[in-house]
């Protein structure tokens, strides 16, 4: 059984940076694609990015030259560094796998950015 916790949201200002992180427990994680998540209030959850078990990425046209994914299999976590934040990023952030899996669903993370 896998479990993912989100961790590194908080407050920042437009145009900062955050790096969040997701960290699994479970020997499988390294097989499985990847991939960050966010929902903001009012809004259905979207993708904002994925990553394969072997580090090919894609992400969201909206965070794209902004956000970057990346995972370290050996210690069974995936980040997602954000730069040039806009207010519209603000959102509660989540991983999951990608497809995402129903049960693996945590509480996420909150970013907010506001000045």
């Known amino acids: 059984q896998v479990q993912l916790v989100e961790s590194g949201g908080g407050l920042v200002q437009p145009g900062g940076s955050l790096r969040l992180s997701c960290a699994a427990a479970?020997?499988?994680?390294?097989?499985?694609?990847m991939g960050w998540y966010r929902q903001a209030p009012g809004k259905q959850r979207e993708l904002v990015a994925h990553i394969t078990s072997g580090g090919r990425t894609n992400s969201a046209d909206s965070v794209k030259g902004r956000f970057t994914i990346s995972r370290d299999n050996a210690k069974n976590t995936v980040y997602l560094q954000m730069n040039s934040l806009k207010p519209e990023d603000t959102a509660v952030y989540y991983c999951?796998?990608?497809?995402?899996?129903?049960?693996?669903w945590g509480q996420g993370t909150q970013v907010t950015v506001s000045s």
């Open positions: 999951n796998f990608y497809p995402p899996n129903l049960g693996y």
């Open positions: 479970g020997s499988i994680f390294r097989i499985y694609t």
